[in-house]
């Protein structure tokens, strides 16, 4: 019988803004101990898009598995976050299937259409609001996550929708999380115009960005998260870095930054809007 020692892959050196591609968990995997002061992130939300890429996130077929994919992540995100570190996390909620395989387009938003669909969660019913925010938040609470603040992204041009027997949704959740009990927080700049301390309702438009295929995360929204909690040369890192907003807000303010971007043709997205030929992209595999 033939043996074979499997040693643990090294851990990448980080000393300048760096892309990485692979799979979020995998990558996280090779990044050393409390590297970054932050992570700000936007997960893929379940059942609401096909990237059409293997091992994505958002079509496990249950509640469950999402969530707890997603609880994997984090937990190497928070051990190569600093102690003092802050966690920014933004996650959309959605409503149960009714068991449909497929979602017709929406009049208003045909982009919504899918014909792959996670069944209604057991316990939920047809109708019923997921609740994904606050499942996931507890978790990551559950976890060791200190669970900070609650953030209402309120979107003033929020998608029009069909629907005629609820609200309109106009507004998401930005979950503020913590390492540690103490941590460092920079209130003074992110104060209001009038000099208040940053207020948890937050109004910002939702951003189109013509090379990506789907909404992307508002610079605005990242902006303040990466100025309350870090200084100019400190580590930003966003785990699902899509067409590279966090990376792009980084730069502008003076902050290297991290990106994992599973899907290759993001990667060369983000590539391209960060004009980032001068920086590392390195694909990591398992």
């Known amino acids: 019988?033939?043996?074979?020692?499997?040693?643990?892959?090294?851990?990448?050196?980080?000393?300048?803004?760096?892309?990485?591609?692979?799979?979020?968990?995998?990558?996280?995997?090779?990044?050393?101990?409390?590297?970054?002061q932050c992570v700000v992130t936007s997960p893929p939300y379940w059942g609401l898009r096909d990237y059409s890429i293997l091992?994505?996130?958002g079509l496990e077929e249950t509640l469950p598995q999402f969530i707890n994919r997603l609880r994997t992540v984090f937990t190497e995100a928070?051990?190569?976050?600093?102690?003092?570190?802050?966690?920014?996390?933004?996650?959309?909620?959605?409503?149960?299937s009714g068991n449909r395989g497929w979602r017709a387009p929406d009049k208003k938003n045909r982009a919504r259409a899918m014909d792959v669909r996670p069944d209604t969660p057991e316990g939920l019913k047809p109708k019923d609001l997921l609740g994904i925010p606050w499942k996931l938040a507890f978790a990551l609470q559950d976890d060791g996550w200190y669970l900070r603040a609650d953030i209402i992204w309120n979107k003033p041009n929020a998608m029009p929708e069909s629907v005629k027997?609820?609200?309109?949704?106009?507004?998401?959740?930005?979950?503020?999380?913590?390492?540690?009990?103490?941590?460092?927080?920079?209130?003074?700049?992110?104060?209001?115009?009038?000099?208040?301390?940053?207020?948890?309702?937050?109004?910002?438009?939702?951003y189109a960005f013509p090379g990506a295929h789907f909404a992307t995360?508002?610079?605005?929204l990242v902006e303040p998260c990466i100025l309350a909690s870090t200084q100019p040369?400190?580590?930003?890192?966003?785990?699902?870095f899509g067409s590279g907003t966090v990376?792009?807000?980084?730069?502008?303010?003076?902050?290297?930054?991290?990106?994992?971007?599973?899907?290759p043709d993001y990667v060369q997205i983000a590539v391209e809007r960060l004009r980032a030929e001068h920086e590392s992209v390195i694909?990591?595999?398992a």
């Open 283 to 285: 694909k990591v595999v």
């Open 1 to 36: 019988m033939e043996h074979q020692k499997v040693s643990k892959p090294e851990k990448l050196s980080i000393k300048n803004s760096l892309i990485l591609e692979g799979d979020a968990f995998t990558v996280l995997q090779r990044i050393p101990d409390e590297t970054v």
């Open 217 to 220: 995360f508002p610079p605005k």
């Open 78 to 96: 928070r051990r190569v976050l600093r102690k003092d570190g802050i966690l920014w996390l933004n996650i959309g909620d959605g409503y149960t």
């Open 165 to 206: 027997d609820r609200p309109t949704r106009a507004h998401e959740y930005l979950f503020m999380f913590t390492k540690s009990e103490k941590y460092s927080y920079y209130r003074d700049a992110v104060r209001e115009i009038n000099g208040r301390n940053r207020r948890s309702v937050w109004s910002i438009n939702t």
């Open 247 to 263: 990376g792009l807000v980084a730069e502008q303010l003076d902050r290297r930054y991290v990106g994992i971007e599973l899907h």
């Open 233 to 240: 040369g400190d580590f930003v890192l966003d785990p699902f």
């Open 55 to 57: 091992d994505q996130i």
